[in-house]
């Protein structure tokens, strides 16, 4: 009981033109993706930083942002602490581990003893590696 349909001819004709409808699926999930990182990867605190002419050393994979603003508040990574929590929430953000960097970010205008007495403070928390955050200053000939 097999049934033959007849098409006629056995040929294909061939298409010559590009199917498009896949790269421009590929294309928006690409684009969804770099919409979605790219606000992920910048720290929203703007901080007036001086310059410095150092070698930049190998940042860390999860930093510990101190920023000092101007108004001579702290903030940690992007909120807003008081400096008597400080230390409390440092612990938080290096689950304890006393012995990690952090990065201290102070604008241009705050004063070197306002910088002084946040490195003391960060000192009594039992902190001791602390690296000064600037502006990488490229050199001109």
Known sequence: ????????????????????????????????????????????????????????????DKPIFLTLKPD?????????IERANLAAALDAASKGNREERVFLRAAHTVSY???????NALRAAGYLKVALVGLEQRETK
């Not at 001579?72 to 807003?80: Q, R």
């Open 1 to 60: 009981m097999s049934v033959k349909l007849d098409h006629g001819d056995g040929d294909l004709d061939v298409v010559h033109e590009i199917n498009v409808t896949p790269f421009i699926d590929v294309i928006l999930v690409l684009l969804i993706i770099f919409m979605i990182a790219a606000p992920l990867a910048t720290v929203d605190i703007a901080v007036d930083l001086p310059s410095a002419n150092a070698v930049p050393q190998q940042r860390p």
């Open 72 to 80: 001579l508040s702290l903030a940690l990574g992007d909120d807003v």
């Open 113 to 119: 003893g306002d910088v002084m007495d946040v490195m």
